[in-house]
């Protein structure tokens, strides 16, 4: 018995085993058969859990492919991105009808019809799926979580927030199936030229629905520009597009004087509710999108959504001709476009203006009669950057952010000078390049804010001055270049540990005082000085470096460099009186952020109290009380930064970029305060003097 058992499933077992080999054959020979590639599927002849290279095969094999387009609502937006996402794929020769199929779906803004629309787009019937507006981003890959089809996105304000796994911090970390461009409204440019329209205005309404992502983006942008502009934004919340009139009735009494509107969809599809709104109190509505002058507002300024769906529509060309969805990082793209209609203003309550140079920026006007008009060059607005606007779909403006500490005049000759440096190789601002310049005021807080704020406006480049401003930047910033000037040094801020061993993404300019020609500039002056003070603010690294390279420089002359430490522009009266007690023979005034914006009280205390008074910063002399200046050419450093950005920008890393010193040096001399101090400027210093003011 055991031994026919035995031999029973010894039958069985060759059995099995011969049956698993011809199915594992007939598998492979069905594969090969239908794609030509081992290891495919059925149903597209590669690998299935690949949907982009399932993709590439069909393109390659001469297979239609099937795209379903997902839109959101039918509005002015959404269809205009669909032509250019129709026009942009022909363009690439990808004609619908012929190689590829569109099937466009609409949700009307009803959730559960876009979640079937979606879960059909990845149910095995389509090879690409193609979504406009952020909720169908949102819907669309929700359901294809799986990574079924690949999926190219459009018309989405911040894709970083909408919740679907693309990083903020690195474009090129998103779903491996999942890419597309983002659209960020023009929600600053916009109340920017809503005050210049109005420069009384105080009071701005908006309607939005917090639960659209992309609302709430474009609120909280408009929010602190509005706060920057002196504005009150008021806004009143929706929950879908029929509670509109009812808000903006209702925003209109609470005394608004205009309406800025956009970004958010459930208001957009019902814009002429806003209107009639308006209309009924007399004051205007603005939009963050090109086409709303035409429905009835003063002026729309927004993205060119043919332009934006002809962008899209490259993304998608690319990877039906073999580019990885994974390695096409998600940008942000903003082609403006400004429409006017000047029959508004009869209607309006306030004294509303249309400049003439904003007038002859627009694309599309709407005159007085009603009649509409085309522009023949599509110019962005006067202070708009352009983004864009008039160039070939998918050219690259870089998008600059340029922040400050405190208002200073070495910040704004840095500025002037970096300005200089790139008009000098023919960039344009608008152009080659948008600028954005902030200002922290001194503030620690709001500088960190402001940084945190460049890290979520897609900046290519972060370009900054001062030490506090660097310090800040190399604890957030890790993924774009940062640029720095006015830096007494870079290394004590933390930016690397020598000019040529530093942190990969940051280089620049240093700002180190020239302590030893100021020190020898005093000495010419005054000979026999034996005892130099200087006010010193202990919370400033940079500062106290100064000092400390100072005083090591008098004290290999033999001259003892004394101090007080101040720390508040309230210390500094009281610091410097204490100073001049000290018996000091002259005050030579050191570098810092503090000294640069209150340098008066200073100059005040010595002019009275007769003590020489000298410095390191030209305006000292210039406008100040200084009889001398040693200073850095700061508009040289601006001009040294920018040649720096610019090789960046065309393509130099960061790293191999040594840190570098400013390249030239001014001396100042003021006669008029030199003879209040009773000094007999050496003709050997007049002679290296590059500026000699109040003879």
């Not at 509005?226 to 008021?234: F, M, N, Q, R």
């Not at 100021?518 to 005892?531: E, F, H, T, Y």
């Not at 040096?665 to 003011?693: C, F, H, M, W």
């Amino acid at each position: 018995m055991v031994r026919l058992m035995k031999s029973l499933f010894l039958g069985i077992f060759l059995i099995v085993a011969a049956s698993a080999v011809l199915l594992v054959s007939d598998y492979r020979g069905r594969v090969q058969n239908m794609s030509g590639t081992p290891g495919g599927s059925a149903s597209n002849g590669l690998a299935a859990d690949d949907p982009a290279a399932a993709l590439h095969g069909k393109v390659r094999a001469g297979r239609p492919v099937r795209v379903a387009v997902l839109k959101w609502t039918a509005s002015v937006t959404t269809d205009e991105t669909y032509e250019g996402l129709v026009a942009g794929l022909a363009e690439r020769g990808f004609e619908h009808g012929k190689n590829v199929m569109l099937d466009k779906f609409s949700a009307e803004g009803d959730m559960p019809t876009a979640v079937s629309m979606a879960q059909n787009a990845c149910g095995g019937d389509y090879d690409l799926m193609l979504t406009i507006s952020t909720p169908m981003l949102q819907v669309g890959a929700t359901a294809n979580k799986e990574g079924k089809v690949v999926h190219v996105f459009g018309a989405v304000t911040d894709p970083y927030a909408a919740g679907v796994g693309i990083s903020r911090e690195n474009h090129r970390e998103h779903p491996a199936w999942l890419t597309g461009v983002g659209t960020f409204q023009p929600v600053r440019e916009v109340l920017e030229l809503t005050k210049r329209l109005y420069p009384d205005l105080t009071r701005v309404g908006t309607v939005m629905n917090p639960s659209e992502a992309c609302s709430q983006a474009c609120y909280e942008l408009a929010k602190k520009t509005c706060a920057e502009l002196g504005v009150e934004l008021v806004a009143v919340t929706v929950d879908n597009s029929s509670a509109v009139y009812e808000a903006a009735s209702a925003l209109a009494s609470q005394g608004v004087q205009v309406f800025a509107i956009g970004g958010d969809n459930s208001v957009e599809s019902a814009f002429d509710s806003v209107v009639r709104a308006a209309d009924a109190a007399g004051i205007p509505v603005v939009g963050y999108a090109s086409m709303y002058a035409e429905k009835g507002a003063l002026f729309g300024l927004g993205a060119n959504y043919v332009e934006v769906g002809r962008i899209q529509a490259q993304v998608a060309a690319d990877i039906l001709g073999g580019v990885s969805p994974a390695d096409i990082p998600v940008e942000n793209v903003m082609p403006l476009k400004l429409s006017l209609n000047k029959n508004v203003l009869k209607k309006l309550r306030d004294p509303w203006r249309i400049p003439p140079e904003v007038e002859a920026q627009a694309a599309i006007i709407v005159d007085e009669s009603g009649t509409r008009h085309l522009s023949q060059e599509v110019p962005a607005p006067l202070g708009v950057p352009k983004a864009g606007a008039g160039a070939a779909p998918g050219v690259r403006r870089w998008n600059l952010h340029y922040l400050n500490y405190v208002d200073s005049a070495p910040q704004e000759e840095t500025l002037r000078g970096f300005l200089k440096a790139l008009g000098d190789e023919g960039w344009t601002e608008g152009k080659e390049y948008a600028l954005t310049v902030s200002n922290a005021q001194g503030d620690m807080p709001t500088l960190a804010a402001m940084v945190d704020n460049v890290l979520t406006q897609n900046a290519d480049m972060l370009v900054l001055t001062s030490t506090p401003t660097l310090q800040t930047a190399v604890k957030k910033v890790r993924d774009i270049p940062v640029i720095f000037g006015v830096v007494a040094n870079p290394v004590l801020a933390g930016a690397g540990t020598s000019d040529t061993d530093h942190l990969p993404n940051v280089t620049g300019i240093s700002s180190a005082s020239a302590y030893d020609e100021g020190a020898a500039a005093l000495l010419a002056c005054l000979p026999g000085a034996k005892r130099v003070g200087t006010l010193v603010n202990p919370s400033e690294s940079n500062c106290v470096y100064n000092f400390e390279q100072l005083k090591a420089v008098f004290a290999a002359k033999g001259v003892e460099l004394v101090s007080v430490p101040v720390s508040t522009p309230t210390e500094i009266p009281d610091g410097v009186r204490a100073l001049l007690s000290m018996n000091v023979d002259a005050v030579l005034q050191v570098a810092g952020n503090l000294f640069f914006s209150s340098f008066a009280p200073i100059s005040k205390a010595c002019l009275e109290a007769k003590t020489p008074l000298f410095g390191f910063d030209t305006a000292t002399a210039v406008k100040g009380g200084a009889a001398v200046a040693v200073a850095r050419d700061y508009v040289a450093g601006g001009e040294d930064m920018g040649r720096v950005a610019l090789r960046v920008l065309r393509g130099e890393k960061p790293a191999a970029i040594p840190f570098s010193p400013i390249s030239r040096t001014i001396v100042t001399i003021n006669e008029k305060n030199a003879a209040r101090y009773g000094l007999d400027i050496p003709a050997s210093l007049r002679q290296r003097a590059n500026i000699v003011s109040g003879e």
